[in-house]
């Protein structure tokens, strides 16, 4: 059953973008192409990637949230006809710069195509690394964002799979998640919760999960 009623209802619904690289043979996964070769590290690329797609489709299924496929090495017009043929039909281009950067410049997007929207609206971004990703994660991640203003899914290698932002920290949207940070080190989840202490944002966190970016990380998938 689809709950979408009108556009006042999508303003209203959060926006879940899922931020991935192109799955091309040397353009991905560089860490785990070194160890296992490019076309096999591509094809674990794309198997991941088509594994979030479809635990998001299946939110977006219900009216929980809307999908969007936001995509870095690869040009607009290819990213489209890529997104298309995973079954979805809003594609956008990370831009240049920083992690960060382009994860702001989503959000920024967000805010812009509905600016008549008085508070913002929710918007959480989702790596597309994750093999134990569930539909629970995304619906307590959307729960999550109705009591707090920031939610984060972390990482076992100290940094997140997830970040949620709503209130007051999409409208304007803030730059402190974003900037000047040690992005790829330890130290991004707990730089981002001592900022968010820092700045009064109340925060919750979801289950620890290990993205795969490196050979050891797929010693629990394989047999």
Not at 139 to 144: F, N, Q, R, T
């Amino acid at each position: 059953m689809n709950l979408f009623k009108g556009e006042k209802y999508l303003e209203q619904t959060p926006v879940l973008i899922l931020m991935t690289r192109w799955p091309g043979a040397g353009r991905c996964k560089a860490r785990l192409a070194s160890k296992i070769g490019s076309k096999n590290a591509a094809y674990i690329q794309s198997v991941l990637i088509k594994h979030t797609i479809t635990v998001a489709k299946a939110i977006e299924e219900t009216g929980l949230a809307e999908v969007q496929l936001a995509m870095s090495g690869i040009s607009s017009k290819a990213a489209k006809r890529w997104g298309e043929q995973q079954g979805l039909n809003k594609i956008f281009h990370q831009g240049e710069g920083t992690l960060g950067l382009r994860m702001r410049k989503q959000v920024l997007r967000v805010q812009r195509s509905q600016p008549n929207t008085r508070a913002g609206r929710s918007t959480i971004l989702i790596g597309t690394d994750l093999p134990g990703l569930c539909k629970l994660d995304l619906i307590k991640a959307i729960m999550s964002l109705e009591n707090n203003e920031i939610v984060l899914g972390p990482s076992l290698d100290g940094g997140y799979w997830l970040i949620g932002l709503t209130g007051k920290l999409v409208r304007p949207v803030v730059t402190w998640p974003f900037y000047d940070m040690p992005w790829g080190t330890s130290q991004v989840l707990m730089r981002t919760i001592l900022r968010a202490k820092t700045e009064g944002a109340h925060y919750d966190f979801l289950r620890e999960q290990n993205d795969i970016d490196q050979i050891q990380d797929l010693s629990p998938w394989q047999g």
